[in-house]
């Protein structure tokens, strides 16, 4: 697997991390379980490190994908989707 790959797949499972961390959040504000909350920022603090690390040297002229990374970065929160969307939109 090329390096290009493997940032792509570190960029999804973080990614993917960060939501379900969300949603643990969001099960323990209405469940009242600090458990759970305390579950989904500790999964989304992971998530936004190997999220971090998997962008580094990362070429949004190549890899980005526009404004549907963007949207989606709108959509669960994720500042750093939303910026790297608009920087390769803009390309």
């Known amino acids: 697997m090329s390096s290009n790959q493997n940032n792509q ?3 999804v499972a973080g990614h ?5 961390g969300a949603t643990e959040e969001i099960i323990g504000s209405v469940a009242g379980s600090q ?3 305390s579950s989904g920022a500790q999964d989304k603090e992971h998530a936004v ?5 998997a962008s580094e040297g ?4 190549q890899k980005g994908l526009g404004g549907v990374e ?5 959509l669960v929160g994720c500042e750093g ?3 790297e969307g608009a ?3 803009r390309r």
């Open 9 to 11: 797949a570190g960029l």
């Open 16 to 20: 993917a991390q960060y939501v379900k």
């Open 35 to 37: 458990a759970w909350k």
């Open 49 to 53: 490190d190997a999220m971090k690390t």
């Open 58 to 61: 990362r070429d949004s002229n």
């Open 70 to 74: 963007e949207k989606a970065g709108h």
């Open 81 to 83: 989707m939303q910026k």
């Open 87 to 89: 920087d390769s939109k």
